[in-house]
């Protein structure tokens, strides 16, 4: 399940960036890698101490300061990479969670 759940963000993410201008080749491998790895971490995180409201929201947080520190290097600090950021994470944390109901 971890897997499946790292592979959606990945696909979700990237393609969100694309979706939004981010077409450069060299940041969208940079993205998928990030989100590869941010996600798996915090998957296996969750899977070793739990899921409570408060972890998730920290790790959630972690993971978006993360992934913005390492787009920020790649394009330069924006308001607007780092809204693109969240609404990137937003995105995959409702439809994984969509998912995961249904499954």
């Given at each position: 399940m971890i897997w499946l759940a790292c592979l959606l963000t990945v696909a979700l993410e990237t393609a969100f960036f694309a979706a939004f201008g981010c077409r450069r080749a060299d940041f969208l491998l940079l993205c998928a890698t990030v989100n590869a790895a941010t996600n798996l971490t915090l998957n296996l995180l969750l899977g070793?101490?739990?899921?409570?409201?408060?972890?998730v929201l920290a790790l959630e947080l972690g993971v978006l300061?993360?992934?913005?520190a390492a787009y920020a290097l790649a394009l330069g600090r924006s308001k607007k990479l780092f809204l693109l950021t969240l609404a990137a994470n937003v995105l995959s944390y409702t439809v994984g969670g969509l998912i995961l109901r249904l499954v």
């Open positions: 070793r101490w739990g899921f409570t409201p408060a972890l300061a993360a992934e913005y």
